[in-house]
């Protein structure tokens, strides 16, 4: 393969190919899926050696060694305003409400994924403007959680759009402070939802972390 901009290419296609292979591998329980999940992740070698011009099979060991989540997953989510009032979206899953947003996907920038996560789940586009705080879910109240997450919440600027909602929404609407609805404590609580509102109230406040 010459020049360094297909190797590229055909590297972040084996990364995405592994990332939907070892998720496959992860849930999957019929033994035919589970069989479809391995040839991809083979697949996904293959390719990984290829544009490394290495040994195809010390890459499939190195993948086959690898099981479940081996770092803490990666959640995005926006805070939306508009007229002081923050964009919350009630999730299908527990019938409660929360910032719109989502895993991260594979090569995907962040602000271009929440970006996403805001026009899928409710219908407007918004712009990530700057990130408000990353915090760590082992010390925010939800060590039940079968994944260590960290979650990147980002000041998302309103540019258009109209209220939709989605396979995972079932409503939308923007909320004052004094009255937010029931929340998706999985999701986000009152203390993160206070810090966004005093983010979008003071622009030139510091990123926050931990």
């Given at each position: 393969?010459?020049?360094?901009?297909p190797?590229?290419?055909?590297?972040?296609?084996?990364?995405?190919?592994?990332?939907?292979?070892?998720?496959?591998?992860?849930?999957?329980k019929?033994?035919?899926?589970?069989?479809?999940?391995?040839?991809?992740r083979?697949?996904?070698?293959?390719?990984?050696?290829?544009?490394?011009?290495?040994?195809?099979?010390?890459?499939?060991?190195?993948?086959?060694?690898?099981?479940?989540?081996?770092?803490p997953?990666?959640?995005?989510?926006?805070?939306?305003?508009?007229?002081?009032?923050?964009?919350?979206?009630?999730?299908?899953?527990?019938?409660a409400?929360?910032?719109?947003?989502?895993?991260?996907?594979?090569?995907?920038?962040?602000?271009?994924?929440?970006?996403?996560?805001?026009?899928?789940?409710?219908?407007?586009?918004?712009?990530?403007?700057r990130?408000?705080?990353?915090?760590?879910?082992?010390?925010?109240?939800?060590?039940?959680?079968?994944?260590?997450?960290?979650?990147?919440?980002?000041?998302?600027k309103?540019?258009?759009?109209?209220?939709?909602?989605?396979?995972?929404?079932?409503?939308?609407?923007?909320?004052?402070?004094?009255a937010l609805?029931?929340?998706?404590?999985?999701?986000?609580?009152?203390?993160?939802?206070?810090?966004?509102?005093?983010?979008h109230?003071?622009?030139?406040?510091?990123?926050?972390?931990?």
């Open positions: 393969m010459t020049g360094s901009a190797q590229g290419r055909l590297l972040a296609w084996a990364r995405r190919l592994e990332s939907i292979a070892a998720t496959g591998l992860h849930y999957a019929d033994p035919f899926d589970v069989q479809r999940y391995e040839y991809l083979d697949v996904a070698a293959e390719m990984f050696a290829h544009a490394a011009d290495t040994d195809v099979e010390a890459v499939r060991g190195l993948l086959r060694a690898e099981f479940g989540p081996g770092t997953k990666l959640v995005v989510r926006a805070a939306v305003f508009r007229d002081d009032r923050i964009l919350l979206v009630r999730e299908v899953a527990d019938n409400w929360a910032m719109p947003g989502g895993w991260a996907e594979v090569d995907e920038l962040p602000s271009r994924g929440v970006e996403r996560e805001v026009r899928e789940e409710t219908g407007y586009e918004v712009h990530a403007e990130l408000i705080y990353l915090h760590d879910s082992a010390i925010h109240g939800r060590r039940d959680r079968t994944y260590h997450v960290y979650t990147i919440f980002f000041l998302c309103l540019l258009g759009g109209e209220a939709a909602t989605s396979m995972e929404t079932v409503e939308v609407g923007f909320f004052p402070e004094d609805p029931p929340l998706s404590r999985s999701r986000n609580t009152e203390a993160e939802l206070a810090r966004a509102f005093a983010a109230r003071n622009p030139d406040g510091p990123a926050c972390f931990d």
